[in-house]
């Protein structure tokens, strides 16, 4: 029996247990996940995705494309679950007791956008830099090497030091937040609406999803051994302190750089409507209340 067979088998038994009604329904594919939220949000007071920070945020940008007043509920059953994390529900139990509960929050939703254009909205984080080129580049070593989709960890660390030899990294970058401008080069920045990056690092630690704001965690140009620092004091949210972390908050902030750059939100590398998958100037701005969740 395999792991999603027997998750799946466990999530219906506790659901089963405390009388929670449903319907289940399996997607085969990421288009075929589009396709059933866009049929069902309407359809439904409650819809609830199972699967990780991903699944949430393609169900996320569907709900919002079809103006669906629901209640999102959210299982967390991938390989990176921050968003279950952030908000009590990181295990089958609290989830399914919370979609018992039937408790609604509102919460703000982070939108990318480009000339004004949203392209995509997010629960969680957006960034740049050395996130989203390990997340492509990890994904392609994935498809030709599928050893290496179950060596995440390893395939992470090959990545941060291709982005290290190719010189991908640092990005020039200019960033305005309000009246306040930062530029430099950056290994990485983080625009959140949430606590939690890279499976369960603290790297906002300020952040509330329901205030109105976006906490952006810049990290300027160092070494990949002082970096690895930085990513260990992350697990405790103590980087923050580190001379070469900056932390900002704000309702928008413009990115801008000569170096075209690609965005990676909640595990998803963000495209244009046709494909392109690179930008040098988007928004990162906060939707407050956008979004009804279910949680504790």
């Not at 309407?42 to 079809?66: C, P, Q, R, W």
């Not at 299982?75 to 279950?84: A, R």
């Not at 629960?123 to 996130?131: K, P, S, V």
């Not at 983080?190 to 369960?200: D, E, H, M």
Request: hydrophobic letters at 40%.
């Amino acid at each position: 029996m395999g792991r999603a067979l027997r998750r799946k088998l466990k999530l219906e038994q506790i659901l089963r247990h405390l009388e929670v009604r449903y319907d289940l329904i399996m997607s085969r594919s990421e288009a075929h996940l589009r396709e059933l939220t866009r049929e069902h949000a309407n359809k439904y007071g409650t819809l609830v995705g199972a699967g990780g920070d991903s699944t949430f945020h393609i169900m996320v940008n569907e709900i919002m494309a079809a103006g669906a007043d629901v209640n999102f509920g959210l299982i967390g059953v991938g390989s990176s679950n921050d968003i279950t994390l952030e908000f009590g529900v990181d295990s089958l139990e609290k989830a399914c007791r919370a979609l018992k509960g039937g408790r609604a929050r509102r919460i703000d939703l982070g939108c990318v956008r480009e000339g004004g254009t949203p392209l995509r909205y997010f629960i969680g984080q957006a960034n740049i830099g050395l996130g989203a080129f390990v997340n492509m580049r990890v994904a392609e070593a994935a498809l030709r090497k599928p050893w290496l989709a179950k060596r995440q960890t390893l395939a992470g660390v090959l990545s941060i030091r291709k982005a290290y030899r190719s010189k991908s990294i640092p990005l020039p970058v200019k960033i305005d937040a309000e009246t306040r401008r930062t530029e430099g080069d950056f290994v990485a920045a983080i625009f959140s609406n949430i606590r939690f990056w890279a499976t369960g690092k603290i790297i906002n630690p300020e952040a509330v999803p329901d205030d109105g704001q976006l906490d952006a965690c810049l990290i300027r140009d160092c070494s990949f051994f002082r970096l690895a620092r930085i990513s260990r004091l992350a697990d405790t949210g103590r980087h923050t302190a580190a001379a070469e972390v900056e932390i900002l908050r704000a309702p928008a902030f413009e990115v801008t750089s000569e170096k075209p750059f690609e965005i990676q939100s909640d595990g998803e590398i963000i495209r244009t409507p046709d494909g392109r998958p690179t930008f040098n100037g988007v928004t990162f701005s906060i939707v407050p209340r956008a979004l009804s969740l279910i949680c504790p």
